[in-house]
Every structure is written in structure tokens, then in C-alpha cells.
């Protein structure tokens, strides 16, 4: 959740000098986003994935900085809770094999980790089920100031306890005085470099199509013994560190946590202009030792506003743009990762070029219900989607028919973005067996957790649903492969 600071308590004054920098530096963006040469180069993926700490019993172990003093250089970073950590991978080129030299480079990292966590092993699962609410409070925040601040100052602006309240078998509903429910969230972000006169286009189409991306990536169904929606981190992210009050909420106040408020029509500076108006500072650090194109406050209250796609100002190689897609969940493997990646980016690629007159097809209201349908019900769900004849109005769909007629336009974009056949064929196999399984993580979950809880106590099911997840992870096992006993 963003880097380091020393602070932790900030007076008025510095308060009113970052939203001065601020409005200075959105105004130095419109600037450089203004210049023809700036940030043109070669298309590029990177990703970050948050992982589990669990024991031989499915359990959260609190050991985040402790591996990461142990691998200082292996891309690693910490999460807001103690037993989370981050992954981070090196930028590839688009072209040729992406996906391949990422996965290796995924492998590898969580390798050393479970070499150097030693009794303890990386999960990547959108919410471990053997959560308890003793894993959450205080306690269990790392202890880095930005971690602190950032739960003191959203619930200063609250001005009340954080509710959580999602529908479910059976529903749940609970009373937070800190952010550490957040930390219950791990994620797949997946980066995307584009140039400045396409990123409206680009953003769009990633809007367009992560609803079904959520759909069929789901795999957070469980929390505290409550079986949820399909990807549950979609409320319970927003519910756990939502800093609106309730008289706020009921007047649509942004939330910090959202899809967005519309299609962009222009470009990036739409969004950071957002940003920066919308969403007063909770971090107000001002650094004088910077170049003209740093922006690092900027770029420090962007890390204090999580959209689940997101526009990202990034100084290095003179400037240049990409997009955050951060909708996705961690696991359950590192194919189904990446096969999620490869079909993500390859339909944000092919319907890039169309989303002039997509926009006008699908209005975001639509759009948006989508994303929310398609975290509580998967990749069962039903979504709504203009005709394929070109015939007037939308159509509903389930996630799964809606993809399988998609992923020729997957193959599509990934063929515009010059990635080699084999891999586009070897990526994205694991998702057209998921399609004609009917099978994700989520509903692999929900199926084996219902098949456990008759033959054992509550705990002792969600305890073995964990290590058998844990089991066909590790062995790299597609999700749609997993037995069902």
C-alpha cells in the first residue's frame, strides 16, 4: 500500500501546503501530458501479487518482515497486516513471451520465500478461509508508520466505527475500529505502459472487460466461516476502509475505493484531476528535494485512493503512463494468474480501438453493475452486454458463455500486441478450461467447503479446505482441474 514515511503526526499548516503542491503538480502533468514526445515507448506488462503466510495448518503466520530482511533484493514489500506480503515483478515487453518470462519470474520469487520463511509457506488466495477475528486489530498491523497513519487518519475522518455488512450464508455483518480488515484482501495487479493519446481508449476498454475478468478470476468466497459473494474483496476492500461518513455515503460522496464515476472521454489528466479534487490528503508529506518531474506528492496521495483500475504517473524513463489493474485476485495458482493476465490485457487490446463507439453501447451505470454482479455471483454470473448482431439494447449473459465467445478477441489483442502464437495459445489454455469447466477458485471453494462441512466441525473443514487449496497450488495445478471428492 504504497512507500515508506517517517511522520505520524501532521499539523493544519501541512495539511494546506500539500493540497498547494499538489494542484501545482496536476498542473505540471497537464503540462508534460501536453507534449507531444512524452511518454512514448515500448508497450510493456509488469504485476504485483500479495500472498498469505500460512502454517502446516492453514493458519496466518506473522513473518512479513522477517523474510524480507532475509531477501532484501527479491522485489519483495510489505503489507499492511503482518502475516501479507508483496511480490513484485520486473517490467517485460509486450511482445514475444510475456506471460512465460513472468511466470518463471513468479515461481522463482515464492520459492525463496518458502526457502526463507522456512516453516511457514506463501499462499496466493484472494481470502484464506481460516481467517479468525483474533487475526485482526493493532496487533497485527506492521509496524511502519505509513501503516499507522493510514488507519488513525481514515477513521479520524469517518468519525466512527467501519461497517462491514455483506450478504452472504450467512451474512456478515461486524464493527472495526482499524483498517487491518483490508489486509484480509491479497491481490493480482497487473501494469500496463500506454502512451498518452491512447489512454482513454486503453483505460476504457480495461473498464469494459474487467467485470468478466472478476467473474471468472473469482476467488475470495469465504471469511470467517461466512460463505460470501464469489470475490468477496470487492465489498469488504471498500467497506473496511471506507473514510466517508454515513450522511456522506447517502449523498454519493465519492468513496476512495471505486470503478469510477464514468467512461474517461479525454484522457489520463480526468483522473488524476479527480484525484487530486476529490479526495482530501490523509498523508501530507512535502519533499523539497525533488526533480521537476517527480511529482512525488502526487504520486503519494494517488497511493491513498485505491480505483480497482487505476492511472499511474511513473517519472522513470523520462516520464510515462500505465495502467493499475488491481480488480484481480491472488491466485490460485501461478497459471491461473497469468492466464488471467494474458486474457485481461488481451481483450483491453483488441476492444481498444472500438471503445469510441463501446462507450455509447454500454453506459457505465451498466458497466458498474456488472463489476458488482459479477463479484457476488462469479463466474456464474449474469451480465448485461450489447447484442453481438449490432441489434439495439443489452443482453444477459453468464460470465462463462460471455467469455467463451470472447476468447478469440483475446487472441486478437494478444496477436496486436506481437505476443508469439505458443504463448498466447499456452496462456490462455487455462482459462478456456475454466470456461468449459464451470470451475474458478471461488466455486471450487464453496463446492469442497459444502462437501467437508459433512463430514467434519466447522473449523476442522475450513482448516483441510486450506491445505488441499494449499496442495494443488503448490503442484501448479490449474483451478479447473481440482478434484472434487
Request: aromatic share 6%.
Amino acid at each position: 500500500m504504497g512507500r515508506a514515511i517517517e511522520q505520524q503526526e501532521f499539523a493544519k499548516e501541512a495539511y494546506q501546503q500539500f493540497e498547494k503542491v499538489l494542484q501545482e503538480q496536476l498542473a505540471r502533468l497537464k503540462s508534460m501530458l501536453a507534449d507531444p514526445g512524452f511518454g512514448i515507448g515500448e508497450r510493456t506488462l509488469g504485476a504485483e501479487v500479495e500472498l498469505y503466510l500460512i502454517d502446516d495448518q492453514g493458519r496466518p503466520v506473522c513473518q512479513n518482515r522477517e523474510i524480507l530482511a532475509a531477501l532484501p533484493e527479491a522485489g519483495l514489500a510489505l503489507e499492511i497486516n503482518r502475516y501479507n506480503l508483496e511480490l513484485n515483478l520486473q517490467p517485460v515487453t509486450a511482445a514475444g513471451e510475456p506471460f512465460s518470462r513472468m511466470s518463471a519470474e513468479m515461481v522463482h520469487k515464492i520459492g525463496r520465500i518458502n526457502a526463507a520463511a522456512q516453516s511457514a509457506r506463501a499462499l496466493p488466495i484472494g481470502i484464506l478461509p481460516t481467517l479468525q477475528r483474533t487475526d485482526f486489530g493493532p496487533q497485527i498491523i506492521t509496524p511502519e508508520k505509513r501503516y499507522v497513519v493510514l488507519s488513525r487518519v481514515l477513521r479520524e475522518i469517518r468519525g466512527d466505527s467501519f461497517e462491514i455488512a455483506i450478504s452472504g450464508e450467512p451474512d456478515l455483518q461486524m464493527q472495526t475500529e482499524d483498517v487491518t480488515l483490508e489486509g484480509a484482501n491479497t491481490s493480482l495487479q497487473i501494469h500496463l505502459r500506454v502512451a498518452p493519446d491512447e489512454f482513454a481508449d486503453w483505460f476504457n476498454a480495461a473498464q469494459l472487460v474487467t467485470p468478466i475478468l472478476v467473474g471468472l478470476a473469482a476467488n475470495s468466497p469465504i471469511l470467517f466461516g461466512h460463505r460470501l459473494w464469489h470475490e468477496t474483496r470487492i465489498p469488504l476492500f471498500r467497506q473496511s476502509i471506507d473514510g466517508r461518513s454515513s450522511e456522506e455515503c447517502s449523498r454519493a460522496i465519492p468513496s476512495r475505493v471505486d470503478l469510477g464515476s464514468g467512461w474517461v472521454r479525454q484522457g489520463a489528466y480526468e483522473l488524476f484531476s479527480e484525484l487530486v479534487h476529490l479526495h482530501p490528503p490523509i498523508l501530507p508529506i512535502v519533499e523539497s528535494d525533488q526533480g521537476p518531474s517527480e511529482l512525488r506528492e502526487l504520486r503519494l496521495h494517488s497511493g491513498t485512493v485505491w480505483p480497482w483500475n487505476r492511472a499511474v504517473y511513473d517519472p522513470s524513463d523520462g516520464g510515462h503512463l500505465r495502467i493499475e489493474l488491481r480488480a484481480l485476485p491472488a491466485g490460485p495458482t501461478v497459471k491461473d494468474m497469468l492466464a488471467n493476465a494474458a486474457m485481461l490485457i488481451g481483450l483491453t487490446a483488441a476492444f481498444a480501438a472500438r471503445m469510441p463507439e463501446w462507450v455509447n453501447r454500454l453506459p457505465f451505470e451498466t458497466l458498474a453493475s456488472n463489476f458488482y454482479a459479477a463479484a457476488q455471483h462469479g463466474i456464474e454470473a449474469q451480465l448485461y452486454w450489447p447484442d453481438a448482431q449490432g441489434h439495439a439494447g443489452l443482453k444477459p449473459h453468464k460470465v462463462a458463455d460471455l467469455a467463451a465467445s470472447l476468447l478469440d478477441e483475446a487472441r486478437v489483442g494478444l496477436n496486436l500486441l506481437n505476443v508469439d502464437q505458443a504463448e498466447i495459445e499456452a496462456s490462455l489454455a487455462p482459462m478456456r478450461a475454466r470456461i468449459e469447466k464451470r470451475q474458478n477458485g471461488a466455486s471450487w471453494m464453496l463446492k469442497r467447503h459444502e462437501q467437508l462441512s459433512k463430514l467434519m466441525p466447522p473449523e476442522a473443514a475450513l482448516r483441510t479446505l486450506v491445505i488441499e487449496y494449499q496442495q494443488h497450488s503448490g503442484a501448479d495445478l490449474c483451478v479447473a482441474d481440482w478434484p472434487l471428492q
